[in-house]
């Protein structure tokens, strides 16, 4: 069993930067990061491979958001840069052992964590 545990998330302001993180217990997985906007959909927002040799963002924060993970530490990041009111969402880590650019829905999943931006 895969337990992810999500932190990080904040209020910020406009144009702030964020990092978030996701510590994951059991093996090596393919991870990703999703979003819930309220009254909207959850949303993909990037994914990378276990070895991290294969990385996929959104349209919507390509530029803006690196993902990366630590695999000796078993955790993923999103770093979030120059963010907009629309990043506000709850954000949650994914994880599962097929690996696709655009995950489809991922077997593991965390809690979610705010992130609220203001302007």
């Known amino acids: 069993q895969v337990q992810l545990v999500e932190s990080g998330g904040g209020l910020v302001q406009a144009g702030d930067s964020l990092r978030l993180s996701c510590a994951a217990s059991?093996?090596?997985?393919?991870m990703g990061w999703f979003r819930q906007a309220p009254e909207k959909e959850r949303e993909f927002v990037a994914a990378i491979s276990w070895s991290g040799s294969s990385i996929n963002y959104s349209d919507s924060v390509k530029s803006r958001f690196t993902i990366s993970r630590d695999n000796a530490k078993n955790t993923v990041y999103l770093q979030m840069n120059s963010l907009k009111r629309e990043d506000t969402a709850v954000y949650y880590c994914?994880?599962?052992?097929?690996?696709?650019?655009?995950?489809?829905?991922?077997?593991?999943w965390g809690r979610g964590t705010q992130v609220t931006v203001s302007s």
């Open positions: 994914t994880a599962d052992r097929v690996w696709r650019s655009v995950p489809i829905n991922p077997t593991y």
């Open positions: 059991g093996r090596t997985l393919h």
